[in-house]
């Protein structure tokens, strides 16, 4: 093989990758958002002084957020 097509599969393979992790960036994201949201809205609903049901869904966000990204990641 030519070393002119080994530097572009190498180029095409880190572009994936980068590809690939900026989207499972995207995804924590929106998990963690999605979570916070849904709390805040429950602690509007339930008229809490303190807002803890928007801190217990935000750890239970990023905790799945986490898990979804280390399943993604090894496989």
Not at 13 to 33: D, N, P, T
Not at 34 to 53: A, S, Y
Request: hydrophobic share 50%; net charge positive.
């Amino acid at each position: 093989m030519p070393p002119e097509n080994d530097k572009l599969k190498k180029q095409r393979q880190l572009l994936h990758s980068y590809a690939r992790y900026s989207g499972v960036a995207f995804q924590m994201l929106g998990i963690m958002a999605v979570f916070i949201f849904g709390g805040w809205k429950l602690d509007q609903h339930f008229q809490t002084n303190t807002p803890w049901i928007t801190a217990i869904m935000a750890i239970l966000g990023i905790a799945l957020a986490l898990f979804t990204i280390l399943k993604q990641v090894k496989s």
